[in-house]
């Protein structure tokens, strides 16, 4: 059964500041993986996916990449800024099954001005 | 309309009533999602629409959960005889095709069960 782990739960970072989010995966064999955000009482944005083929995407500040031999993904953020601040969410689609997405939990992000 | 609309945005409901949560796709949308998310937890997949036609319900958590789309546009999600543990946002998204990767979300009902 395909998990899906985020690390770490919760973080606060002075303006400015590079940040690396990780998820990792327990089964390889995945459609993609797409990174999401949420803010407060809305519902999931989007913000980049990474076809199973590709290693990286990237738009704007945010930049992910994918391993997927070792099931992981890092979420990079570039000169944080406070509207940021929102919990970011990774999700797999299995090979197999429909087209559901399997979700970590979360890091919640906080960018204190 | 210009995003995926879901109604009530919240709900309270006394242990062991019913409650109808209503999820408006965006038009033309063929594929149409249900998630549960618990309180500081990830969204976790309930059901799959395609169309009108449920192809995909292996996450709805018991029977007293049940989803319809009767014209391949909006859904309805019911939950018979709501327990405390059913408390959670219920999130709504759809997505143009089928197999499309990106899926538009709601905002979200928020179901409390008291």
């Known amino acids: 059964k395909q998990e899906v782990t985020q690390i770490p739960a919760a973080l606060s970072v002075p303006e400015g500041e590079n940040l690396v989010l990780n998820c990792s995966f327990t089964d390889s064999a995945i459609y993609n993986l797409q990174w999401f955000r949420q803010d407060p009482g809305k519902g999931l944005t989007s913000l980049l996916l990474?076809?199973?083929?590709?290693r990286e995407q990237t738009s704007g500040r945010l930049n992910a990449s994918l391993d997927k031999s070792s099931g992981r993904s890092t979420l990079y953020i570039a000169a944080s800024q406070p509207g940021d601040s929102a919990t970011y969410l990774c999700?797999?689609?299995?090979?197999?099954?429909?087209?559901?997405?399997?979700f970590g939990t979360g890091t919640r992000l906080k960018v204190l001005a | 309309g210009a995003g995926v609309s879901q109604s009530p945005r919240y709900k309270v409901a006394k242990r062991g009533q019913d409650v109808a949560l209503r999820c408006d796709p965006i038009?033309?949308?063929?594929?149409l999602f249900w998630y549960q998310q618990a309180l500081g937890q990830g969204p976790e997949f309930l059901t799959y629409?395609?169309?009108?036609?449920?192809?995909?319900k292996s996450g709805l958590p018991s029977d007293r959960f049940f989803a319809e789309r009767p014209e391949g546009s909006v859904s309805t999600l019911k939950i018979q005889r709501t327990q405390k543990e059913d408390s959670a946002v219920y999130l709504c998204?759809?997505?143009?095709?089928?197999?499309?990767?990106?899926?538009?979300f709601g905002a979200g009902t928020r179901l409390s069960v008291l």
């Open positions: 998204a759809s997505s143009f095709r089928q197999g499309e990767n990106i899926q538009y």
């Open positions: 990474i076809q199973s083929s590709q």
């Open positions: 629409f395609q169309n009108e036609a449920q192809l995909d």
């Open positions: 038009s033309g949308h063929v594929s």
């Open positions: 999700a797999v689609r299995p090979r197999s099954g429909t087209y559901k997405y399997i």
